[in-house]
Nanobody, 123 residues
Framework: QVQLVESGGGLVQAGGSLGLSCAAT????????MGWFRQAPGKEREFVGA????????NYADFVKGRFTLSRDNAKNTVYLQMNSLSPEDTAVYYC????????????????WGQGTQVTVSS
């Protein structure tokens, strides 16, 4: 059984930064890539970014390019999402996911989901 456990969410002021992490556990875990999605109240879940575990290749949604950065630690089966220059529009529940590709990523490309972590950006 694979489990993805997010941590690092919380409340931050606009313009601030926040870091999220996602640790994957499970004896047979071997994901090609890990990604982040987010879902704001009343909105659909949307892709934020993804990173390949082997080479660290990344892809980001246009609305986070230049502000968010993905990294990974293969030894720990952990991915990180560093979020800078946050705005109230970034307020959402952020979900970690094991994904099968890093381009044209939809929820259909997800094998496993984390439980989500709340990020709230105050104005």
């Amino acid at each position: 059984q694979v489990q993805l456990v997010e941590s690092g969410g919380g409340l931050v002021q606009a313009g601030g930064s926040l870091g999220l992490s996602c640790a994957a556990t499970g004896r047979t875990f071997n994901s090609y890539a890990m990604g982040w999605f987010r879902q704001a109240p009343g909105k659909e879940r949307e892709f934020v970014g993804a990173i390949t575990m082997s080479r660290g290749n990344t892809n980001y949604a246009d609305f986070v390019k230049g502000r968010f950065t993905l990294s990974r630690d293969n030894a720990k089966n952990t991915v990180y999402l560093q979020m800078n220059s946050l705005s109230p529009e970034d307020t959402a529940v952020y979900y970690c996911a094991s994904v099968r590709r890093i381009v044209a990523v939809t929820t259909g490309a997800v094998d496993y989901w984390g439980q989500g972590t709340q990020v709230t950006v105050s104005s």
